[in-house]
């Protein structure tokens, strides 16, 4: 061994995780731009469409003038607008929580679901939807439209702490009992939506229906907004354990060793989960499959480094969304497909061409 390879000492811990077969930043570009690309081309796509020309007439109208404007700019602001931003939202939560609990579990098969806030967030739902004119009938004169999210909300984090408190153990949170509680307490949160289906009504079961396998249809501003800033926060503290997800990779006791918090890290991992997963399924219903292919594709091209990783997923999964929703609302004009329903069945044949071809490499 030459005096200079021997003085420059063995190689940095994020440099052992695996290969990287493209630079982080410039993935991170390619997908700002295919963001942007997307966002411009599911502007015009629907039942109403705008043209893509007409796009910069319709921003300039707004700000330049205070009158209502045209049938163009009324579909756009009001309709069109809020779902994007609702879709891109949606879809860099879902990618940015994929990421978090593959790095969490150490495992490219995990997904947001495991820690149970999706199936809670359904199950309260449902509750609301079907038994809720018996159990809260002060609720909707109180919240108004408000009801269904934020019971969905609150569901979500309240079974996201029961399967915390589930996996509790000597020494702090063990990963693989969480994985044992939450699949136990999803297979419970599946039995009382399945309940509850049977005690539906007619007009109970399509709108518990609609609502389970995701939309995007229902985005309204102020709805918008709120879920926007709890993503962003979500966003913003999960790209902050890039570096100790990249640590725990080589095992806990290698992590401890590096100085890594594991407890702390585990307990932000899933209260960031639940609050991105919680708000975006409160108000868009279960979207399934983009927590696990996101991370997966942005883990396949630019390795497995969470410093690339967490940002490339939330992009990744920003740009999924989009063009489900656009495909969605465009194939069977003027039905609209669910959005869900879509993301797996596109999803799925994807994710095995993926692994199909990522045989024999590390993901």
């Given at each position: 061994?030459?005096?200079?390879?021997?003085?420059?000492?063995?190689?940095?811990?994020?440099?052992?995780?695996?290969?990287?077969?493209?630079?982080?930043?410039?993935?991170?570009?390619?997908?700002?731009?295919?963001?942007?690309?997307?966002?411009?081309?599911?502007?015009?796509?629907?039942?109403?469409?705008?043209?893509?020309?007409?796009?910069?007439?319709?921003?300039?109208?707004?700000?330049?003038?205070?009158?209502p404007g045209s049938g163009a700019d009324l579909v756009f602001f009001h309709i069109r607008l809020p779902r994007l931003v609702l879709g891109l939202v949606?879809?860099?939560?879902?990618?940015?929580?994929?990421?978090?609990?593959?790095?969490?579990?150490?495992?490219?098969?995990?997904?947001?679901?495991?820690?149970?806030?999706?199936?809670?967030?359904?199950?309260?739902?449902?509750?609301?939807?079907?038994?809720?004119?018996?159990?809260?009938?002060?609720?909707?004169?109180?919240?108004?439209?408000?009801?269904?999210?934020?019971?969905?909300?609150?569901?979500?984090?309240?079974?996201?702490?029961?399967?915390?408190?589930?996996?509790?153990?000597?020494?702090?949170?063990?990963?693989?009992?969480?994985?044992?509680?939450?699949?136990?307490?999803?297979?419970?949160?599946?039995?009382?939506?399945?309940?509850?289906?049977?005690?539906?009504?007619?007009?109970?079961?399509?709108?518990?229906?609609?609502?389970?396998?995701?939309?995007?249809?229902?985005?309204?501003?102020?709805?918008?907004?709120?879920?926007?800033?709890?993503?962003?926060?979500?966003?913003?503290?999960?790209?902050?354990?890039?570096?100790?997800?990249?640590?725990?990779?080589?095992?806990?006791?290698?992590?401890?060793?590096?100085?890594?918090?594991?407890?702390?890290?585990?307990?932000?991992?899933?209260?960031?989960?639940?609050?991105?997963?919680?708000?975006?399924?409160?108000?868009?219903?279960?979207?399934?499959?983009?927590?696990?292919?996101?991370?997966?594709?942005?883990?396949?091209?630019?390795?497995?480094?969470?410093?690339?990783?967490?940002?490339?997923?939330?992009?990744?999964?920003a740009v999924l969304v989009l063009l489900a929703d656009a495909v969605a609302r465009t194939l069977m004009q003027p039905a609209e497909l669910p959005l869900?329903?879509?993301?797996?069945?596109?999803?799925?044949?994807?994710?095995?061409?993926?692994?199909r071809g990522a045989h024999g490499r590390r993901l």
């Amino acid at each position: 061994m030459s005096h200079t390879a021997a003085s420059a000492g063995p190689a940095p811990w994020h440099a052992r995780l695996g290969p990287r077969r493209w630079s982080g930043p410039r993935l991170l570009l390619l997908l700002g731009l295919l963001l942007l690309l997307t966002l411009l081309w599911s502007a015009g796509q629907g039942a109403y469409s705008l043209p893509l020309s007409e796009l910069p007439a319709v921003l300039l109208g707004a700000v330049t003038t205070a009158a209502p404007g045209s049938g163009a700019d009324l579909v756009f602001f009001h309709i069109r607008l809020p779902r994007l931003v609702l879709g891109l939202v949606a879809g860099a939560g879902l990618g940015m929580a994929g990421a978090l609990m593959q790095g969490l579990f150490r495992n490219p098969l995990a997904d947001p679901g495991l820690i149970g806030v999706s199936s809670g967030a359904a199950l309260a739902a449902g509750t609301t939807i079907v038994m809720g004119h018996l159990w809260f009938p002060d609720m909707p004169r109180a919240l108004g439209s408000w009801t269904l999210v934020l019971m969905a909300f609150a569901g979500g984090l309240a079974v996201t702490v029961l399967i915390y408190l589930l996996s509790r153990g000597e020494g702090g949170t063990r990963v693989g009992l969480m994985l044992l509680a939450g699949i136990a307490v999803n297979a419970l949160a599946g039995a009382g939506l399945g309940l509850l289906s049977f005690l539906a009504t007619d007009e109970q079961l399509r709108n518990l229906q609609f609502w389970l396998l995701g939309s995007l249809g229902g985005a309204r501003w102020s709805a918008v907004v709120l879920v926007s800033a709890l993503v962003a926060l979500a966003c913003a503290l999960g790209w902050r354990l890039a570096r100790p997800l990249n640590a725990l990779a080589l095992g806990e006791a290698q992590a401890v060793l590096l100085g890594v918090p594991i407890e702390r890290v585990k307990q932000t991992v899933i209260v960031v989960t639940a609050l991105a997963v919680g708000a975006i399924t409160a108000s868009t219903g279960i979207i399934g499959f983009i927590g696990l292919v996101a991370p997966h594709m942005v883990r396949l091209v630019a390795g497995p480094d969470h410093r690339w990783v967490l940002p490339g997923s939330a992009l990744l999964g920003a740009v999924l969304v989009l063009l489900a929703d656009a495909v969605a609302r465009t194939l069977m004009q003027p039905a609209e497909l669910p959005l869900g329903v879509l993301t797996a069945l596109v999803g799925v044949p994807f994710f095995l061409a993926l692994l199909r071809g990522a045989h024999g490499r590390r993901l």
